[in-house]
T-cell receptor, first 111, second 110 residues
Framework: SQTIHQWPATLVQPVGSPLSLECTVE??????LYWYRQAAGRGLQLLFY??????ISSEVPQNLSASRPQDRQFILSSKKLLLSDSGFYLC??????????FGPGTRLTVT | AQSVTQPDIHITVSEGASLELRCNYS??????LFWYVQSPGQGLQLLLK??????LVQGIKGFEAEFKRSQSSFNLRKPSVHWSDAAEYFC????????FGTGTRLLVSP
């Protein structure tokens, strides 16, 4: 089975600072990868997904970007954080039968 | 537009009692259906999934779910709830991309 790693686990950043969250996957190859943001009472919002190296689809216009430099590495970035970027960020890895497996998440607080 | 509805925001169940969490979906075609559980501050764990075939599916931790095409529903059930089942439960539907419901928080009373 696959394992998804995310770091850092928590992060407090000032408004206007850059952001880099990393996700790596073990136990599978060529997965679909996903970044979600979870806000209280609002479920999961899909931000980006990738079907391969360098292939990124953005689901919502926003202050964030994603990159996939290696098959099992997915990075979420921002050049300048906004207060509204605060939230719980989850990375997921998808299988051929559309199951998604989630990492432990990163709690981001923008102050 | 595709959507997943979980009409109950909170549910409180006594330990040992049965549980049913509701999920309805709106999709162009019958999607793949999933239930996930999330403990506070953690990621989501897959409980069970429905792709095709038998409409009653069994999952981990004693959970099951029933797919009803006529009602566009995929309700999660457990015959006897344990205190450790207290968590938030998410229903999801889709294919390569999943649409998630807003979740149901389960509280278990002694």
């Amino acid at each position: 089975s696959q394992t998804i790693h995310q770091w850092p686990a928590t992060l407090v950043q000032p408004v206007g600072s850059p952001l880099s969250l990393e996700c790596t996957v073990e136990g599978t190859s060529n997965p679909n990868l996903y970044w979600y943001r979870q806000a209280a009472g609002r479920g999961l919002q899909l931000l980006f997904y990738s079907v391969g190296i360098g292939q990124i689809s953005s689901e919502v216009p926003q202050n964030l970007s994603a990159s996939r430099p290696q098959d099992r590495q997915f990075i979420l970035s921002s050049k300048k954080l906004l207060l509204s970027d605060s939230g719980f960020y989850l990375c997921a890895s998808g299988t051929g039968n559309f199951e998604q497996y989630f990492g432990p998440g990163t709690r981001l607080t923008v102050t | 537009a595709q959507s997943v509805t979980q009409p109950d925001i909170h549910i409180t169940v006594s330990e040992g009692a049965s549980l049913e969490l509701r999920c309805n979906y709106s999709y162009g075609a019958t999607p793949y259906l999933f239930w996930y559980v999330q403990s506070p501050g953690q990621g989501l764990q897959l409980l069970l999934k429905y792709f095709s075939g038998d409409t009653l599916v069994q999952g981990i931790k004693g959970f099951e779910a029933e797919f009803k095409r006529s009602q566009s529903s995929f309700n999660l059930r457990k015959p006897s709830v344990h205190w450790s089942d207290a968590a938030e439960y998410f229903c999801a539907a889709g294919f390569q991309k999943l649409v998630f419901g807003t979740g149901t928080r389960l509280l278990v009373s002694p």
